[in-house]
């Protein structure tokens, strides 16, 4: 009979990348060190519910696929930790929208770029955020796999960050932009980029802003599926 010290690392990792629930990956981290240093190795997702402990636990998973915090960020120097940590990511999830305290820096997310930029990054989810400022960062990330961007009910979120969402998200399918400020030239802005070849999902309700006139600029986006329009308003009224 084998003995489990005499199994090496890699193949207790492929054994514990077989347990995906959650509480059994626990207790399997408690049994000894070596356990517990592979649990991290191998964990693919992982829920911050406290940011002020960051430096201290997210070293133990660099190989992080998922990230999701509802936590408000005030540092730049956490963005770039993260990124730094787990350069792995695809799918960063911010989202806080159904709380109040959905705080950024004062330049978004500028500060993953500083920590590498997460070259992988496919999902981004910041619904209820503040100080998305888009404008500010989203050229500077490796924004050529980015599929899923979602700025619903984020405040600061005007036609000047639609320039930059339409010509740099260029493998962009889903794009949520409710109750945001944006108008009919932010529509148009929007249509003529380079997104509009890739976009098949457009969220905009609540945007109050737009118009008839604006929504007939989306003519352009010949892959477009879904449109959402709950609650524009009175000024949209052709759909």
Same mark, same amino acid.
């Given at each position: 009979?084998? &003995? ?5 690392? @890699?193949?207790?990792?492929? =054994?514990?990348?077989?347990?995906? $629930? ?16 592979? &649990? #991290?190795?191998?964990? *693919?997702?992982? *829920?911050?519910? &406290? ?21 408000? =960020? ?8 993260? %990124? ?5 990511? &695809?799918?960063?999830?911010? $989202? ?14 500028? %500060? ?14 910041? #619904?209820?955020? $503040? ?22 009910? /984020? ?26 400020? =944006? ?27 737009? *118009?008839?006139?604006?929504? %007939? ?12 329009? $709950?609650? /524009?308003?009175?000024?949209?009224? @052709? =759909?």
């Amino acid at each position: 009979m084998v &003995e489990i010290s005499q199994l090496n690392e @890699d193949l207790l990792g492929q =054994i514990l990348k077989r347990v995906s $629930d959650p509480d059994d990956r626990k207790r399997v981290s408690q049994l000894c060190k070596q356990w517990f240093i592979l &649990e #991290g190795l191998t964990r *693919t997702s992982l *829920t911050f519910l &406290e940011l002020r402990f960051l430096r201290q636990v997210l070293p133990r998973f660099p190989n992080l696929v998922t990230f999701q915090t509802s936590e408000p =960020i005030f540092k730049d120097v956490d963005l770039k930790f993260l %990124a730094q940590t787990c350069p792995k990511l &695809e799918t960063l999830n911010l $989202d806080t929208t159904k709380l109040k305290s959905g705080f950024l820096p004062m330049n978004g997310l500028h %500060a993953l770029s500083l920590g590498g930029g997460l070259p992988k990054l496919s999902e981004l989810f910041l #619904g209820g955020r $503040d100080n998305v400022v888009v404008d500010k960062w989203l050229h500077e990330l490796p924004h050529g796999n980015l599929t899923c961007l979602d700025l619903g009910h /984020c405040r600061f979120v005007f036609d000047k960050g639609l320039v930059v969402i339409g010509n740099v998200c260029t493998s962009l399918c889903y794009l949520n932009l409710a109750k945001s400020k =944006i108008s009919d030239f932010g529509l148009r802005l929007l249509a003529n980029g380079r997104c509009s070849k890739t976009l098949k999902t457009l969220v905009l309700s609540q945007c109050c802003y737009i *118009t008839d006139s604006g929504l %007939a600029h989306l003519r352009n986006m010949q892959f477009l599926e879904e449109l959402d329009l $709950d609650y /524009c308003g009175e000024k949209v009224t @052709d =759909i």
